[in-house]
């Protein structure tokens, strides 16, 4: 089946600091990649969807300026959380799809910000 | 808009029990995927099951089986015979239109299901 590898698996970063995800396709090109956010104990929603050489498309509430997303190549996608609060501690995970396939999950990041 | 709904949040069984666990959704396409993912405590979402909207054939893999049916926009998921390694959050997910199942994913709030010994 196809690999999403994503990376850190983990993360701990001070207040104020920016963080970078990375969300890898490892054996097929993905043309569209999903972002996911889950805080504890809550389910996962979506904060935006981003098409290769496109400007990510976010979802309603999710501030771009602050999450920004690059999909610059069909085999990675990254997310900057930038200046991160200690409320943006989450779990995000990506997905990722060719084309007009189903979407395969990475690991998720556990982001924890001090 | 799509939605999805688990109204079961926590499900606490004895092992060698059967456990079902309920999803209902609400669409206004006719093409649509569903989806079942399992959330162990390390966090990743292991994919169980994927269904379009044209198959409500049920499935059954192992000690699992799903049950789709249309009329009631249900996908109900069960387990047989629960096993420890069960204890999981457990998620229904929806997928609109023809991408196999490729769109943005909406989830439900999930159940936590616990088996104990």
């Known amino acids: 089946g196809a690999v ?59 501030e771009k300026d602050k999450f920004l997303i690059n999909h610059a190549s069909l085999t990675l996608s990254t997310l900057t959380v930038t200046s991160a609060h200690p409320e943006d501690s989450s779990f995000y995970i990506c ?20 | 808009a799509q939605k999805v709904t688990q109204a079961q949040t926590e499900i606490s069984v004895v092992e060698k029990e059967d456990v079902t666990l309920d999803c209902v959704y609400e669409t206004r396409d006719t093409t649509y995927y569903l989806f079942w993912y ?20 049920n499935e059954i893999s192992g ?13 109900n998921f069960t387990i047989t015979a629960s096993q420890v390694v069960d204890s999981a959050v457990y998620f229904c997910a929806l997928s609109e239109g023809f991408t196999g199942g490729g769109n943005k994913l909406t989830f439900g709030t999930g159940t936590q299901l616990k088996v104990e010994l």
């Open chain 2, 38 to 57: 399992k959330q162990p405590p390390s966090g990743e979402l292991v994919f169980l099951i994927r269904r379009n909207s044209f198959d409500e054939q």
């Open chain 2, 63 to 75: 000690r699992y089986s799903w049950n789709f049916q249309k009329s009631t926009s249900s996908f």
């Open chain 1, 4 to 62: 999403v590898s994503q990376h850190p698996s983990w993360v701990i970063c001070k207040s104020g600091t920016s963080v970078k995800i990375e969300c890898r396709s490892l054996d097929f090109q993905a043309t569209t990649m999903f972002w996911y956010r889950q805080f504890p104990k809550q389910s996962l929603m979506l904060m935006a969807t981003s098409n290769e050489g496109s400007k990510a498309t976010y979802e309603q509430g999710v």
């Open chain 1, 95 to 114: 997905s990722a799809r060719y084309r007009n396939t189903e979407a395969f999950f990475g690991q998720g990041t556990r982001l924890t910000v001090v």
